[in-house]
């Protein structure tokens, strides 16, 4: 029968039924970081158990790391412990551990690819809920609690129930100055914030068969968003030409394998799926939020909504809600709102290509005075293929602070904070009240390009304007 | 290791309204500073607590509230991270469970492996929970997952939950470990027929 690559993968990975019906599921690659990594070991020692498959367990360090000043010990002592006891735990239980020495250190979500290390077919768990970037290599990956870290860790294996599969279709082209970012930001909008619940999704179509592994990422970190805590793209030769040659790659013999393999856990022509969504790519305008979740999302031309016109109470209250947290007026064009801090970063998009796209139109632009901006590179390798290309300094030659990588300000565990009540125009994933470090900090989700055009006119704005792209 | 077979909750409750509360809210991340879960439950809802005009009282500071072990709340709860912090500090400030509309995926799973009831029940009854227990703030509530009905002040709801989840509570298997300790032979045998987990790593 033909079968969804959900459906094939469970199934590969699926170890027995457990007494309450869930499955126990292996997990084939299990990613760690400092924040959600320490009590699953405590756990572990608690329990006087070891790590049942350590050469599966990879680590690296993101969340609390300076972006500035990266000698140890760290200003922060707490920022210092937890770097210091992920160290420990993973010398102690000889796990690879990609430190800031290694020069593969980077946003967890990031190294994974980098490495090669996420693989189409298998299946991937991080004690960190944008696990679904993974997804866009063709593989179950998902997002973990700590007490399931520890699961893991003793066991590789997790409790869950199978999730039921959602078909996204994008068709037709994308319009000029339309990215990957306005794809989920405008498929949340439409969906819902918990419209995903209980799915995994399955994002194809045109779009995503020309969209590069970078883009597929991007949209699939943000899964997690639509309330889907699996997304996917099914594999193929753009996957493929992405693994082939990184570190944990296969190679000769067993790379012509795995490529067999990888083809064979796609998703069956005919199979069936539980829900399908088509969206026409020409409907998906440059997509900025305005409010406190990521489904608050509106065109760069419309106007921020008017809770008077609401249809019911419910979003009645959540716009009125949001217009309070957010001081955004209703019915306001969201174009010219001012902005004071202007972010480009995060495992949604800090990838090389996000910084070239940027950087060949930045060219020749200066940040607008007033406005803090800064470029937080994803990983160590993107950083340093940035500073080959001179990218780096395109940024800086505008008036942007270029720094090194780390999860840096899209939730500000590191100094990297917004200061009272700032507005920030962020190329992260999420606008919760607070997310980037004042309680009070506000935050506007975008595509980066539309990021550096803000920093650029200092409020938000059309970049195809700014940039002059058509 | 047996466990608890967690089958009614009762006491008193506390309301924190509103839809897609997230867990940043519901414990900021510079809380997530720490290299253990304790002192977690100070965190709780810390940045909307001290948000609260000036003259009014934030629910978990509302002292006709003081105690309250089951907390009622709105759709999508706990969206957004996956931190496990978020249903530890809920627990720790004295929480047995939650009663909210719906649940975001991952906050659900967290939460039921601590052991922390989280049911689903209808936005007029959790209304009418609220409306009676504002009434009465030492109203008793019992969240009773064995015959799926909350019972407050003389009157009833009903409740839903997943079976799985459920199942796991009142059968005192909500933490997975031992049954997923039990299956590793198994899963070493699963391990062994997957060609990128048979062969160790680099
Ligand atoms: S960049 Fe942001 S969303 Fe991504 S892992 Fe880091 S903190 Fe989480």
Redesign the pocket.
């Given at each position: 029968m033909a079968q969804t690559l959900f459906q094939k993968v469970w199934q590969a990975h699926s170890v027995r039924t457990l007494a309450n019906g869930q499955t126990q599921l292996l997990v084939g690659t299990h990613l760690i970081h400092e924040v959600t990594s320490p009590q699953a070991f405590g756990m572990l020692r608690d329990l006087g158990l070891k790590v049942a498959m350590p050469h599966r367990t990879f680590a690296t360090v993101?969340?609390i790391v300076p972006t500035d000043q990266r000698t140890e010990p760290f200003g922060d002592p707490l920022a210092d412990a937890m770097i210091k006891e992920l160290r420990r735990n993973c010398a102690a239980h000889g796990i690879t551990y990609f430190d800031l020495a290694s020069g593969r250190q980077g946003?967890?979500?990031m190294v994974g690819p980098e490495q090669g290390i996420t693989q189409p077919g298998t299946t991937i768990a991080c004690g960190?809920?944008?696990t679904s970037t993974h997804g866009a290599f063709g593989a179950i990956a998902l997002g973990i609690g700590t007490s399931q870290v520890r699961d893991v860790l003793a066991t590789q294996t997790i409790a869950l129930a199978p999730l039921k599969v959602r078909r996204i279709n994008v068709e037709g082209r994308l319009r000029p100055g339309v990215y990957a970012k306005d794809v989920i930001l405008h498929l949340i909008r439409t969906l819902g914030v918990n419209g995903g619940t209980g799915f995994a999704y399955e994002y194809g179509g045109e779009v995503f068969d020309r969209f590069s592994m970078e883009e597929r990422m991007t949209v699939c970190n943000m899964s997690i968003e639509g309330g889907a805590r699996v997304g996917y793209v099914n594999p193929d030769e753009t996957t493929f030409a992405y693994l082939k040659g990184r570190p944990y790659s296969p190679t000769g013999a067993a790379w012509d394998a795995a490529v067999q393999r990888w083809k064979a856990t796609a998703s069956d022509a005919g199979c069936s799926y539980d829900d399908l969504v088509t969206i026409q790519a020409g409907d998906i305008p440059p997509t900025v939020t305005w409010g406190i979740n990521p489904g608050q999302g509106i065109a760069i031309t419309e106007n921020i909504p008017d809770p008077a016109k609401a249809t019911a109470a419910d979003e009645k209250s959540a716009i009125e809600e949001a217009l309070a947290y957010m001081k955004l007026k209703a019915g306001a064009p969201i174009k010219g709102t001012r902005i004071d801090v202007a972010f480009l970063?995060?495992?949604?998009n800090a990838r090389l290509s996000d910084f070239k796209e940027v950087a060949r139109h930045l060219k020749g632009h200066r940040v607008a005075a007033g406005v803090k901006a800064i470029a937080v590179p994803?990983s160590q390798i993107v950083g340093r293929l940035c500073a080959e290309l001179g990218i780096d300094q395109v940024f800086r030659d505008a008036g942007f602070e270029w720094r090194e990588a780390g999860?840096s300000m899209?939730?500000a565990?590191n100094p990297d904070k917004l200061v009272g009540d700032q507005l920030c125009a962020s190329s992260?994933?999420?606008n919760f009240k607070g997310r980037q470090g004042s309680p009070t900090g506000r935050t506007l989700l975008m595509s980066p390009l539309m990021v550096a055009a803000a920093a650029v006119r200092g409020s938000v704005a059309d970049a195809r304007e700014v940039f002059g792209v058509s | 290791m047996p466990l608890a077979k967690i089958t009614t909750l009762a006491g008193r409750g506390l309301s924190v309204p509103g839809n897609d509360i997230d867990t940043d809210r519901i414990i900021p991340a510079r809380f997530l500073k720490a290299v253990t879960f304790e002192g977690l439950g100070e965190g709780l809802f810390y940045d909307a607590r001290k948000a609260v005009p000036a003259g009014q009282v934030h629910p978990l500071d509302d002292p006709r509230f003081r105690g309250a072990s089951i907390l009622l709340s709105g759709a999508n709860f706990g969206c957004g991270?996956s931190r496990e912090h978020a249903p530890q500090a809920i627990r720790k400030f004295g929480f047995h469970a939650v009663i909210a509309e719906s649940y975001a995926e991952i906050f659900f799973g967290n939460a039921t492996t601590i052991g922390l009831a989280c049911v689903s029940a209808d936005r007029a009854d959790i209304a009418r929970i609220a409306a009676a227990m504002e009434g009465d703030p030492a109203m008793a509530i019992t969240v009773d997952l064995v015959k799926q009905e909350i019972r407050f002040g003389g009157s009833m709801a009903p409740l839903t939950m997943r079976d799985a989840a459920r199942d796991a509570l009142v059968n005192g298997r909500w933490d997975p470990i031992g049954e997923l300790l039990d299956g590793r032979e198994a899963a070493a045998m699963t391990a062994a027929r997957l060609p990128y987990l048979a062969v160790p790593a680099k």
């Open positions: 993101d969340h946003i967890v979500h960190d809920s944008h970063g995060s495992c949604t994803g999860c899209c939730l565990m992260s994933n999420r | 991270s």
